[in-house]
């Protein structure tokens, strides 16, 4: 059937019908393509404020969350922005810690050492829990004013470097030095912390990094009894099936060196980056019953 229109159809008329309706479509695809949303669609992979999971159409004002990121991270944020103060590790010994908690956290992390990379830890750390232990307390009083979401504990210690080799030739082949099954707190072994807060003992750590107490001269505290009480908690885990990494810094010293290796063991050395080991620690509960070793 043939329609007769109102006007000719021509060339002319039929060209410049399709370039408008080209460039309708070119302004529908070019509004859309650049508006307020899409636009700025790449900022929110890296930074994401708020954001629709269904992709549903925006809320109002009112409606609309806003995702804060937690103060923690904020105050980590704002302090290694505007310090000056080097942390005590090099880059790529905290890359290897970093490595671990972002395998394990959230998790239990006890840090022999408060310092300037505290903050950095517990940031790492996010939704679990960190504690520091530290041999200053006027320090500790000063951190905490500064960082107050920091949990920290003062801790006093009785030995001093002069004696870390007489120490290390009573301790090395005492049953008591190395039954798992006795508590810290009752412990008979000269290495023995027992004088910490509860909750080093109650609790199930993921990770014990031992950099503290002081140790840089004969008179310093020395961290002999730090590592033995950090191999000692990770041995003491409940479950048979967990291990614990613990991580000793200043393994250039020779107490450090020695005693890592002597209680920590060789064998369970994971890696060395720079002066920091690393050792992967498994739960001995059943030592004495199944004939496991003190090390390998």
């Known amino acids: 059937m043939t329609t007769n229109l109102p006007f000719p159809m021509t060339p002319k008329l039929l060209l410049s019908s399709f370039v408008s309706l080209v ?22 992979n890296t930074l994401r404020i708020s954001t629709s999971s269904t992709g549903s159409k925006l809320q109002s004002s009112k409606s609309a969350s806003c995702n804060k990121i937690p103060p923690s991270l904020a105050d980590a944020l704002v302090h290694y922005a505007a310090s000056n103060v080097t942390p005590q590790q090099t880059l790529s010994e905290i890359s290897v810690t970093k490595e671990v908690l972002e395998k394990k956290s959230p998790c239990n992390f006890l840090v022999f050492g408060l310092g300037h990379d505290s903050l950095m830890w517990a940031t790492l750390n996010h939704g679990g829990r960190t504690i520091f232990l530290d041999e200053d307390e006027s320090w500790i009083h000063q951190i905490a004013q500064k960082f107050p979401s920091l949990e920290s504990y003062h801790v006093r210690y009785k030995t ?3 004696d870390a080799a007489a120490l290390m030739a009573a301790t090395r082949d005492r049953e008591e030095c190395r039954s798992v099954s006795t508590d810290l707190r009752v412990s008979t072994c000269a290495l023995a912390l027992k004088g910490l807060p509860e909750v080093v003992y ?20 020395g961290r002999m009894t730090a590592i033995y009480t950090a191999g000692m908690i990770a041995r003491r885990r409940k479950d048979d099936g967990e291990t614990t990494a613990v991580f000793v810094h200043d393994v250039n010293r020779k107490v450090e060196d020695e005693f890592s290796m002597e209680f920590l063991c060789r064998d369970y050395m994971t890696e060395q980056e720079g002066i920091l080991r690393h050792f992967t620690v498994p739960s001995h509960r059943n030592y004495g019953l199944s004939g496991v070793k003190f090390c390998p």
């Open 23 to 44: 460039l309708i479509t070119l302004l529908f695809i070019t509004r859309t393509s650049f508006s307020p949303s899409s636009s700025f669609q790449p900022l929110n």
């Open 160 to 162: 001093k470097v002069r």
């Open 202 to 221: 109650e609790t199930e750590w993921d990770l014990i990094m031992v950099d503290a107490p002081t140790g840089f001269d004969d008179e310093t505290p």
